[in-house]
């Protein structure tokens, strides 16, 4: 069972252009959404995470909006560079009880171009 | 600071052969969790440990199998390894509380021929 879901797969970019990947995830009792990021060779590095009360949070190039309601939440990139090209990962955990266990989505190849 | 530190960063073992591989967490940190890397599954959980009890567990067979010491570092083994558990083994360390995240060390990448 997926629960959390994420898309676009893969996704190229223009460098300056705006990079935008989803997640929707089913489980409410979750209460902590992180994105990483990966590039060849190396483990995920965290690069934002936000809590369901709010509804957005942004840290340099990096923002995600969140959605309760919908139960989606999204990673805009802004401004994007050829340094951005990696993977990235959405992820969830559930709140107390649930230690730290993260369930991750399928991940987004980014491309960005010259 | 030093990062996670997983070793050995690479091996390749045979079929029916069994495996260890290393982790070390940032110090201080002391949940340690372990994920396999694959490209057709993603990144899936295998388990966690906090103060050397095991606090989540993934649907992973018992082949796998881990354990914590006493200075947070953690070990995972893999018994009877067969072809499907070539993948790449990601150990992530963590202070406890509802507002940290991992750090990923850079993998163990296991090939099994």
């Known amino acids: 069972q997926q629960q959390v879901k994420q898309s676009p797969q893969s996704l190229i970019v223009q460098k300056g252009g705006i990079s935008i990947i989803n997640c929707a995830y089913e489980?409410?009792?979750?209460?902590?959404f992180p994105w990483y990021q990966q590039f060849p060779g190396k483990g995920p590095a965290l690069l934002i995470a936000?809590?369901?009360?709010?509804s957005e949070k942004k840290e340099g190039r990096f923002t995600i909006s969140f959605n309760k309601s919908a139960k989606q939440f999204s990673l805009h990139i802004m401004d994007s560079q050829p340094g951005d090209s990696a993977t990235y990962f959405c992820?969830?955990?559930?709140?107390?009880?649930?230690?730290?266990?993260?369930?991750f989505g399928t991940g987004t190849q980014l491309k960005v171009e010259l | 600071k030093a990062g996670v530190t997983q070793t050995p960063r690479y091996l390749i073992k045979t079929r029916g052969q069994q495996v260890t591989l290393s982790c070390s967490p940032i110090?201080?940190?002391?949940?340690v969790s372990w994920y396999q890397q694959t490209p057709g599954q993603g990144l899936q959980f295998l388990f966690e440990?906090?103060?050397?009890?095991?606090?989540n567990k993934g649907n992973f067979p018992g082949r796998f199998s881990g354990r914590q010491f006493s200075n947070s570092r953690s070990e995972m083994n893999v018994s009877t390894l067969e072809l499907g558990d070539s993948a790449l083994y990601l150990c992530?360390?963590?202070?406890?509380?509802?507002?940290?995240?991992?750090?990923f060390g850079s993998g163990t990448r296991l090939t099994v021929v």
């Open positions: 489980n409410t009792a979750f209460d902590y």
């Open positions: 936000i809590r369901p009360d709010v």
């Open positions: 992820a969830a955990r559930k709140g107390s009880g649930g230690g730290n266990k993260l369930t």
């Open positions: 110090s201080g940190h002391r949940s």
């Open positions: 440990y906090f103060s050397e009890t095991q606090r």
């Open positions: 992530a360390s963590s202070q406890d509380g509802p507002n940290y995240g991992y750090t």
